[in-house]
Every structure is written in C-alpha cells, then in structure tokens.
C-alpha cells in the first residue's frame, strides 16, 4: 500500500441522513486481454461521468506557443496594433480587473555548443490617462535545473511541497499550496501611458553564477562560460593516437555525441488590475558584449522586441480546427493567447436536485473525467478545454489541457446502505478510447511515458471529527490504473465529505479521471486468445 494512502473509519457524530431506498446497479465487470506476452489490456465497464460545474469567466494570459524558443522575438502580446511594426503580432486585448499569468517555454541551444541566456519579459501597458495598480496575488516562477525531472514514486505525501518532478510540477504544486516567491512586489503602480516590466527571467543554457529567479537588475553583468579545460587524458589521446599490429596508425575512435542544451521556465501568477492594461511576453537573447560576458536585457530592449519585433520561432505546428476536422491525425497545436477561465469548481452530487453523492454499489465504481479535450473525453463527449478569446491563427484553438487551471471539487459522499462501506478514492490515467461506452481501458503494465506529474490536495475529517489536509504528489503513466490515493470507512446511513483539488500541470498530458470505487471482488472475465493463453498471475492482481 502506498505511504500516500489513509484509511479511517467514521464516527457516527457525523450528520445522519434518513434511510435511502437502495437501487440495485449492475456490478462492474473487468476484462483482461493478453497482448503478444508483454502486456495486457485491461477493461473495466462502469460508469464514466462529465465532470459537473464548469470554468469562470476569469480571463488568462496563456504564453505556451512556441514551446521551444531559438529566436527573438514576441511570444505573445495583447497590445494594440498601432504603430507596431507586425500589427498582426498584436492581439489587441485589454485586461481588466482579476486575471491570471500562465507561461511554460523551453530555451534550446541550435548546437552542442550553445552556451547563450534566453530572457523571457513580461511587461504591462497602461492607455489610459489615470494610473494603474497591479496587485500580485501570488507568483511563482522555476527553471528545470530548479525542479530537474527526477524519478519519483507513483504517489507519495508532500507535507511541505518538497516532492516535485519538473518545473511545471513545482510550480504547480507552490500555487495549490499558496506559497508565493519573495522577490515579486505586492503591488506596481502604472502611471498613465507607460509600460512596465513584470517579469525579466533568464532560461540560461548553462548554470549561472547570477540570480536565476528574475530579481537580477536591468543592464545587469552575467559573466562569461567557464572556458572547458582540456584533461591529461584528453590531450594524450590527441598526440599518441592508438597504432595497430603493423604499426599504422589506427582510425580515431568515434566522438560520443554531445547533448543539446536546453532548459524549461513555467511561471504562474493571480493577478489584479484597477483598470486596463495590456500584457506582452518577449523572449530575447541577452547582448554578448566584448569581453564574452552578457547582460540583462533592459526595459528599452524589451520595448524595441516588442515595438519592432516580430512573433518568436521556431513556429509550432498549426492545429487542426475542430470544427472542420473530418479525418486524418488531429493537431492540437500549442497555446498562445487569451483563454476564459482559470478555476473549475463543482459539487459532485447525484443530480442538480439532491446535495449528496450516493456511493456506489459494492463492487462497482463510477469516475469523472478530469482536463477532457477534443476526441479524447472518455466517450462522454465532455470538452472541458477553457475558450480562447484572442489566438494567433498558428496556435490552438482552446486551451487544451487548461494547463495552469484550478480543479477544487466537494465529493460529498453519502452511504444509503445498511452496513459500512470501504470507499476508494483513485486518480487514473486511462488509454484513450472514445469508442468505449461507460468503460475504461488501462494497460499493464503501464506504458514507460509519463502523463502527469503533480500535486492533489485532499481534505477530510478524521474519525475524530479533526480536519486533516494531505498534499500527494502523483507520477502516472499511460494507461496506469493506479493505486488507493484515499480510502474511507463510511458507516451506515452516514455522510463524509472529501475536498479535492489540483492545479493542472503543464508537464502532464490530459486527460485523466477521478474514480470511486465501492471496494468489492467485481466479476473477472478472462478474454480467449490463442496467441497468448491467460496467465493466473494477472487474474491474481484484479
């Protein structure tokens, strides 16, 4: 069992509800069909459900596209088109109020050698003829060589938000726990007619001896790469090259290849603004000067990407449009504009006339989709991907995975049976299948790509009416069933309330589901194969 699983039994001091009328469901069948020896499929028919509620109108300033920046240039900008020399660059929306700041870009070296800093700017706008405050709710920003992609466990308990694989995992993790970096200001005030920098954060393609997390000043000095010392062992192989039998020379050995650099950067940020602005992000090498040493791009550098500039490359590949799409593969496309929505918030209940969620009959399971996007929603038909208001034509026409968007979920689970039932609460990452009607296709073992890394808060009482809060950070692969996140005792009659909620990282591809499974031995129906016969130990593991 894993170290992020609670079990407990409630106490009848929870509020009792009238005995309910049990209506019998059919009960959960798992299939399991061998595949060439390696793995199996796995299928469980259940119920699969749309994710009740739905996002706010919360507009965000979603910088995604490119992904993978190699040029200077404009990654995304809501200022006006006038006098700018790539008007179409410019998407010409105004801010007002509360908003959110989601940007996840990757610096790459073009060569083995690429030893350059990427600056990523944010600044904000002001047309208006009063000044502006800007309130930081919160802000978070990393760099991978901060949150390297290290292997983790599938789950494991993060009490202070130390367990983290990658940088939009931590900075995902830091904004569901509300924890906020020092060096942003509270508050910035824009006087009529000016622009400001927000942010002026490096994704260097080598390890700075400089502060890394935006505080380092404008203009500021980075000093040059360390020059790489040539070893004893290194030089000798140069002068003495290896002879054969006869004396001759023998060919030189081949040069194992030297990775590319590259370095990843995911910033988020809850924002506020007493009026109008219009937000843009630069990406912008920094000046080599003579002595080899860089400096910190200045506001008037940022304001020259942004005023002469053109949008930052290499291009992602466009997307396919979902309203046309007929056939063939469908291109998501990546994210560069403004999305509506940052938080989905919703009471899981059975119906929009009752306050309860009655848990499932023994045995069976019922789940809901989590980050659901086009022709991939788990035969729900359920599209949860946040609107754009403003895209460029090249980018993705919904913010597909609502990267950076707030899941906060009530499960309040009522139990109409006569006797305690053990609840089991799973967070899945099922293959995709639309065909599959209330069903769910996993793989075992799971394939070796991961397709989510982050943190889910759950909040509970305990048997001894105590609120307790678990934060697990989770590491799933595609098609893994996954283990236990929770389980709960619920007596007879009773009612328990469980609270979920999640930042949806960027690091992750959707999506995925929350299940909950009434613990039981569903019926096991081993599929005929002649390729590969059953084996009892995958019987054994339903």
Do not use: C
């Amino acid at each position: 069992m894993l170290s992020a699983l609670v079990a407990f039994t409630l106490s009848p001091l929870f509020a009792q509800l009238p005995p309910g009328e049990t209506t019998p469901a059919p009960e959960a069948k798992t299939v399991v069909i061998p595949r060439d020896g390696s793995y199996a499929e796995v299928i469980r028919y259940q119920e699969v459900r749309p994710l009740p509620g739905g996002l706010d109108e919360t507009p965000v300033f979603n910088s995604n596209s490119p992904e993978v920046v190699q040029q200077n240039g404009i990654l995304l900008s809501t200022f006006p088109k006038d006098g700018m020399a790539s008007p179409d660059a410019h998407l010409n929306y105004a801010f007002n109020g509360r908003f959110d700041l989601f940007a996840h870009h990757i610096a790459r070296g073009v060569n083995a050698d690429d030893r350059r800093t990427l600056f990523m700017g944010v600044v904000v706008y002001n047309p208006g003829d009063e000044p502006i405050d800007i309130t930081i709710h919160q802000g978070v920003s990393y760099l991978s060589q901060e949150a390297p992609f290290i292997n983790l466990p599938d789950a494991r308990l993060s009490s202070n938000g130390s367990v983290y694989a990658g940088p939009g995992s931590r900075t995902t993790t830091d904004m569901l726990r509300g924890a906020n970096q020092s060096h942003w200001p509270e508050r910035i005030t824009l006087p009529p007619g000016h622009v400001q920098l927000l942010m002026n954060t490096p994704i260097p393609l080598r390890s700075l001896t400089v502060p890394i997390n935006g505080s380092y000043p404008q203009g500021g000095v980075i000093p040059k790469p360390p020059i790489r010392p040539v070893t004893l062992t290194a030089a000798d192989a140069q002068i003495n090259p290896e002879t054969g039998e006869n004396g001759t020379v023998a060919p030189l050995r081949p040069i194992a290849p030297r990775p590319i650099p590259s370095n990843g950067r995911t910033s988020m940020m809850y924002l506020s603004s007493s009026g109008p602005v219009h937000v843009a992000s630069l990406a912008r090498y920094a000046d080599v000067m003579p002595n080899g040493n860089e400096r910190v791009p200045t506001l008037q550098d940022w304001l020259q990407v942004l005023k002469q500039g053109n949008l930052a490359g290499p291009r992602d590949i466009p997307p396919s449009d979902p309203s046309t799409y007929r056939f063939g593969r469908f291109y998501y496309g990546r994210v560069a504009g403004v999305a509506k929505g940052a938080s989905w918030k919703a009471t899981l209940t059975d119906s929009s006339d009752t306050d309860v969620l009655t848990i499932p009959a023994p045995g069976n399971a019922f789940s809901y989709v989590i980050s659901s996007v086009d022709r991939n929603t788990f035969g729900t038909g359920q599209i949860q991907s946040a609107p754009m208001v403003a895209r460029y034509p090249d980018t993705a026409f919904r913010a597909h995975g609502n990267y950076g968007v707030r899941y906060s979920l009530k499960l309040p689970f009522y139990n109409n049976r006569g006797v305690e039932q053990a609840i089991t609460l799973k967070f899945q990452t099922p293959m995709r299948d639309e065909e599959l009607v209330q069903g769910l296709r996993f793989r075992r073992p799971p394939e070796d790509r991961v397709f989510f890394r982050g943190t889910v808060r759950l909040k509970f009482r305990n048997q001894m009416g105590l609120e307790r809060t678990h934060y697990v950070h989770l590491v799933q692969r595609r098609g893994q069933e996954a283990e236990a996140l929770l389980k709960l005792n619920i007596p007879a009659e009773a009612r328990q309330d469980l609270e979920v909620d999640l930042v949806y990282p960027p690091d992750a591809t959707p999506p995925q589901v929350l299940t909950v499974l009434n613990e039981g031995v569903p019926a096991v129906l081993e599929a005929e194969t002649i390729e590969a016969p059953v084996t009892p130990a995958l019987s054994r593991d339903l």
